[in-house]
């Protein structure tokens, strides 16, 4: 019995490996039927299976896709969001805050110091009244402009050169427009043409280049009127003789005073009986009326020389490289499309000053000169 266990003892491990051996074999036997079997077989086997399954209750509807669909679209384009306003509360930030305190001597009480509304004129805690906030513009590119106006205008705020353009080609920088508080982005709003407009010189006084010189009567009870050119040394375009009504100009028309005889009257006027004398007498004086083809009109009298005609002055526009306007009362000049009227020139001061409308908003303006 012991030389049996002692045998066994000595070979455990050769048992071991034939009792492993056996098992293998036997797992083998088993699997060889299923090698054996045809694959395709069996997915046709179950598929058909799947198929034959029918659903407890037919009348429940398909799922509706179209809400997934659309939260696929969205996470694939999410939308933009809004710049978020500092100044109002929403879901990504809330209403901007300031300290409740009191104003500078506005108020005896004692502020209490709690977070208000930034706009609050009046504490809602306390009854404190709060000072007026001071806005603090922003200017990124330290163009003059502030970033708020940029933005609004549709200019660049991290770019200072569009300070110095004109976008309405207006004749005004977006610079200037900012400062006028116009619309840079509209070329009818800009700032007054008139504020660039300055008086050069002094008055100056006008007289008329001809002189009444005397009437025949005519059939018809009318006149032939002659009147004589100043400063013409020539006989033959010196003297013009015209009817009441016409033009005085030269019989060949090359020269052309640019009035035209309205009236002939005779008036008694009384002058010195004779040089020095202080005794008046009457005599019958001829008078003429006559039209500027601009419509403003003078009475001469017969001989008279030297007719003041209208006080004028020069107007300078600075703009566009400098334009000079010779005005008097009831001239119209035009700035770039915009027509003024002349009302008034008078002196203040010691200084003219001249009395300029906008014809189209009946806007008026003095321009004082130096």
Sequence with gaps: ????????????????TLAGLAALGGAAALLVPELGHDAD??????ESELKAIKPAHDSVAAADLAVLEASLK????????????????????????????????????KACGKPIAAASTECPFCGTKQPALVKVEIDSDHD???????????????????????????????????????????????????????????????????????????????FRLTFQRLGVKSKFDSTFAVKVGEPIKSAD????????????????????????????KKIKVGFVDIERKD????????????IPVETEIELVFSRDGGKTFT????????????????LKLETKGGKPAVTVEDVAAKKQKIIQGA
Excluded at 77 to 105: M, Q
Excluded at 295 to 306: H, S, W
């Design 74 to 109: 969205l996470v694939k384009t999410p939308p933009a969001l809004a710049e978020v306003d500092p100044k109002k509360a929403s879901f990504l930030a809330s209403e901007r805050r300031i300290l409740c305190r009191a104003g500078e001597g506005i108020d005896p009480k």
């Design 327 to 342: 005005v008097s009362t009831g001239s119209v000049f035009e700035i770039r499309g915009s027509k003024y009227r002349v």
């Design 253 to 280: 028309g090359k020269v052309d005073t640019g009035y035209t005889a309205k009236a002939y009257n005779v008036k008694d006027v009384e002058v010195p009986a004779y040089k020095g004398s202080k005794m008046m």
């Design 295 to 306: 419509g403003k009109t003078l009475t001469i009298r017969e001989n008279d020389r030297n």
């Design 144 to 222: 003059g402009l502030p970033n708020d106006w940029e933005i609004k205008y549709a200019f660049n705020k991290d770019d200072a050169s569009d300070a110095a353009q004109d976008a309405d080609k207006d004749g005004f920088t977006n610079l200037e427009e900012y400062e006028a508080k116009t619309d840079p982005r509209d070329p009818k709003s800009h700032p007054d043409y008139l504020d660039y407009v300055s008086v050069q010189g002094a008055y100056k006084q006008t007289f008329l280049k001809f002189y009444f010189k005397q009437a025949n009567p005519m059939p018809g009870n009318t």
């Design 41 to 46: 077989a069996a997915v046709a086997e179950q």
């Design 1 to 16: 019995m012991a030389a049996k266990e002692n045998f066994l003892k000595s070979h455990w491990e050769l048992f071991v």
